[in-house]
């Protein structure tokens, strides 16, 4: 059986018309604001049932229930490159495997002017309160555009964030210094999706990739990195776990040690 939201208007007709003509004008107006608490709760508890889709979802114009979802962190992104975003998303109501996120180009609609899509997968909406990175090409035409998350279809857009495409991005790691010394803590600022990088690699010949040290970045004391204690010329690289499950990298500058 299909349940609907009654309308104040039509309990207050229903109970209005059952009013003698002759009660007292004190009292009609005592009922009138009874009725328009009575109404108005029973509004309240039939409209959470349907947005709850237990026997009819909530009209069309009516999105609570597809839950809520945000991009986090989405800086400039370089041009026909792959950018890792971080996407948050709460109590998704929805079926499994719909949520979609989609770079757009500004100011289009529908199918038209898509540039990228990535779907979330199931597993990584099992819980409320999901973090999830995102694996997101750009393309290689600069400009602007709309980095959305979607859900069911494209046009259910349920969170929508500019972003603009450059040629020239800032560094994934800022305020890297060119040279530090043997095992000393550098300060740094981190861009991109914050509190997933799951390591910094410093890597020391590039052609044999030897690796000579892993450190975590991120600490109660603020953002760093941990020098080598062996002098040297490192490229830094950022590893991701990214929602397809795969492992990324990402070029994040060089440094020397002295």
Do not use: W
Not at 12 to 25: D, K, N
Not at 162 to 179: F, K, N, Q
């Amino acid at each position: 059986m299909s349940i609907k939201p009654i309308t104040l208007s039509t309990c207050a007709a229903i109970l209005l018309a059952a009013v003698p003509s002759t009660v007292h004008a004190q009292s009609f107006g005592d009922l009138v604001r009874d009725v328009k608490r009575a109404a108005d709760a029973l509004e309240d508890a039939v409209g959470d049932d349907t947005r709850r889709g237990t026997d009819e979802r909530a009209s069309p114009g009516d999105r609570s229930y597809l839950g809520d979802a945000s991009v986090l962190d989405s800086g400039p992104m370089l041009a026909g490159t792959e950018h890792l975003m971080l996407v948050k998303v709460d109590q998704p109501i929805v079926e499994k495997g719909t949520y979609r996120v989609i770079l757009r180009q500004a100011g289009t609609r529908g199918q038209r002017g898509i540039r990228s899509t990535t779907y979330l997968s199931d597993t990584d909406l099992d819980e409320a309160d999901t973090h999830v990175v995102v694996r997101v090409d750009a393309p290689d035409t600069p400009g602007q555009y709309q980095l959305q998350v979607t859900a069911e279809d494209v046009d259910n857009v349920i969170s929508s964030t500019p972003v603009s495409v450059e040629l020239d991005a800032r560094p994934i790691i800022g305020d890297l210094p060119t040279t530090a010394s043997r095992g000393a803590r550098v300060p740094v600022t981190l861009r991109g999706p914050r509190y997933y990088y799951n390591r910094v690699s410093f890597v020391e010949n590039r052609r044999t990739a030897k690796t000579v040290q892993y450190d975590a970045v991120i600490s109660d004391e603020g953002e760093y990195l941990v020098m080598p204690t062996r002098a040297g010329r490192y490229d830094l690289v950022v590893h991701y776990r990214a929602s397809d499950g795969e492992d990324y990298q990402a070029n994040a500058g060089r440094i020397t040690v002295r």
